[in-house]
């Protein structure tokens, strides 16, 4: 039998999931324009339905501490010898807690916009009415169908454990800024929906989506830089980005979301394209379930584990359907009345957007057509095929070069129609400048494929001019302040565009098998194998290899490759020693020993990795500083 | 002397081109999919089958077949699926072709809606 007080918990979590199903329900209840409802407030019931869900997270948490084994959940995520903050991290390391995670997000989003101010009441009552009907289909979902607080008759004595690969500190915190991200998009849909009901999609509405729609971006880059940096060092494949499923699941909303703050800017500064930006926030949030569920589920990776658990992954397919359907024909109902008359020249920032945007879609298409292909092929013609890295690099690579040259232009161009040449022979120092560094680059490193060598110079151009946009004086040779976001952003894109490109081009990579006392090389250094031994730790053992990596003789620096076998749940992962330095990482993970003599070692030279993460904190950070701007500060002419 | 440097020469060569070899077999590694794994290529997985294939594919080389040749032998025995780039064939003609449609099609929508406008 369960114990009494396991007994309790359970009665009083599946009863803080019904209030708040409750709360959602009397919330979503306000999208008609009711008399019968107007109290409680809108503002109370955001405070009951995150209150409610709140504590149920709590308690899910302090399960997981005190290793209450009578929850199921608890039972197959976690284990009593587990380190504390996997046991913290066991909460969402699973489909049922992640879920609640994901909830609460939602359901917090929906509190900070019920809070905040200078928004029309009404508008209000129906963004949070759009956003408590989700609130309720997850809720009911997750208290129907994957109940976090499902207990078990048995007495088990310990947990079967949390898989050993997710045991990371980078893991730990990955899932929730992710969510973050993703689910910061739920409520720019609720907004468009609103913006679609009340037909009033203008700069007004732009300017309260904008930090919203800004933060959720920053917090999805966050996320998805997090999960390639773990799987860097983690995997132990000396990669960064693989184009698996899994993370092109979370690259499709970022694209889409990428083209979508483009579109909510030239909304807010010019009032036009209302029903493309419409779609997008769409598009985005639908793009953010399929993100975060059908991976979840496992539809992406495989069709069979589908079959396996089809009520969740039915539901999921059910839920984004509905939406789809009923945003867009709300959408074709109305998206003649919130259509203003278009009027953008052909040569200005606008247009440049337009392009940029279509680009962006271009590329969605690849990244999505690669990860449904063989899915499809398979399903219907029952052939199989793989769609590997080199799909997306060939494909992509000259849509970026084009994409580079308009990020470039763009910024440059004003808002109504610029003579191009005149601006190009503005930019004529700039230009020059980029051309001879990397005609330089490109006879110095012997770089002679055009593909390669155009994304270096565009992005160049692209970092150059961002920089010196923002810094600009005005006639007093004072420092003008400018669109500090933006600049950082874009700079930090050319940054990281110049590292992918440089760093496929110049990794270098060896394997040897070898045994203790052998001297291996790799470029102009040495490793010597200076001995093997195993390590206990309390959740795993590890076998530890030595490798002292010498140049010129001179002991540089000790790499440690590991092997380690975990017992809860048995499972040998390969943990990689990595020497990151500024223009380049050195990399070596050790292979699982086929047999006693020697160990199978690869070594990576992987150039300017370093640069790869700062272009991405840039961008992050630019993300960040838009969206905590407001609107019209930062104006320029 | 000039025997001793012709010797060191001889090595050099040598060396050099077995690492020339290791090299092409790594590449053609990362052209093969790994068949038990989950979207590894054989060249990062050490399962018992993509070691077997990694020496059939080195003995391959050695007999000195071209790449085009291994990979016909290896798509003739497991099937399009071991490649890791799809080829251009009436399977794959809408995953290689459609992006490059919805890039005209939108180059072609904006400047229609421009001219409209002018």
Known sequence: MAGRMSLYIFYISNFLLLICLIASLMQSSKIINNKIFTKPGVIVLAYVQLISILLSFLILIYLFLISDFNFDLVYFNSHSEKPLIYKFSGVWGNHEGSMLLWILILVLFNFLFALSRRISERFKEITVAIQSIMIFGFVAFLYFLSNPFAINQNNFFDGIGLNPILQDPLLAIHPPVLYVGYVGFSLVFSLAIAGLITKEVDQQWAS???????????????????????????????????????????????????????????????????????????????????????????????????????????????????ILVFSFSLFAYNSEKINKINSMSLVSRGTGIQVNNWLLITILTIVFLGTMYPLATDLLLNKSLTVGPKYYSTTIAPIIILFLFFMFISPRLGWTDTKLYKIIIQLRYLIITSLTITLLISLYFELFNLTEILIIFFSLLLVISSVTASINFNKQNILVR??????????????????????????????????????????????????????????????????????????????????????????????????????????????????????????????????LWLGTLMIIIGGIISASIRFGRFDEK | MTKIIKIFLLLFLLQNNTIAEDSRAIELFKEVRCLVCQGQTIHESNAELAEDIKKLIREKISQGETDRQIKEYLVERYGDWILMTPPFNSLTYILWSFPFLIMIIGAFAIYRQKRGQA
């Not at chain 1, 960064?240 to 690259?251: G, I, K, Q, R, T």
């Not at chain 1, 001995?531 to 290899?545: F, G, H, R, T």
């Not at chain 1, 990151?580 to 086929?594: A, E, R, T, W």
């Open chain 1, 208 to 322: 309260i989506v904008k930090p919203w729609v800004f933060s959720a971006w920053a917090f999805l880059t966050a996320g998805i830089a997090l999960g390639s940096f773990w799987a860097y060092y983690e995997l132990g494949w000396g990669g960064y980005w693989f184009w698996d499923p899994v993370e092109n699941a979370s690259l499709m909303p970022w694209i889409a979301a990428t083209a979508l703050i483009h579109c909510v800017l030239i909304l807010q500064k010019r009032n036009v394209m209302q029903s493309w930006t419409i779609i997008l926030a769409i598009l985005t949030f639908s793009l953010s379930l399929v993100g975060t569920f059908l991976v979840r589920s496992g539809i992406l990776n495989s069709v069979h584990t589908f079959a396996s658990d089809p009520g969740r992954g039915l539901f999921i397919l059910l839920f984004i359907f509905l």
């Open chain 1, 482 to 611: 400018t669109n500090l976001g933006q600049n950082l952003a874009h700079a930090g894109f050319g940054i990281l565009m110049m590292a992918v490109v440089s760093n496929a081009v110049y990794s270098e990579e060896r394997i040897y098998n070898a045994k203790v006392g052998d001297n291996l090389q790799l470029q102009k250094y040495i490793f010597s194998f200076d001995k093997i031994e195993q390590v206990e730790e309390s959740n795993y053992n590890s076998l530890k290899a030595y490798f002292l990596m010498k140049k010129d003789g001179k002991l540089i620096d000790t790499f440690t490759p590991e092997i380690r076998f975990y017992s809860n749940p048995p499972t040998i992962t390969s943990e990689a020693s990595i020497l990151h330095k500024f223009f380049s990482d050195i990399y070596l993970v050790m292979n699982v020993p086929q047999d006693q003599q020697s160990i199978s070692v690869r070594m990576h030279i992987k150039p300017f990795m370093t640069i």
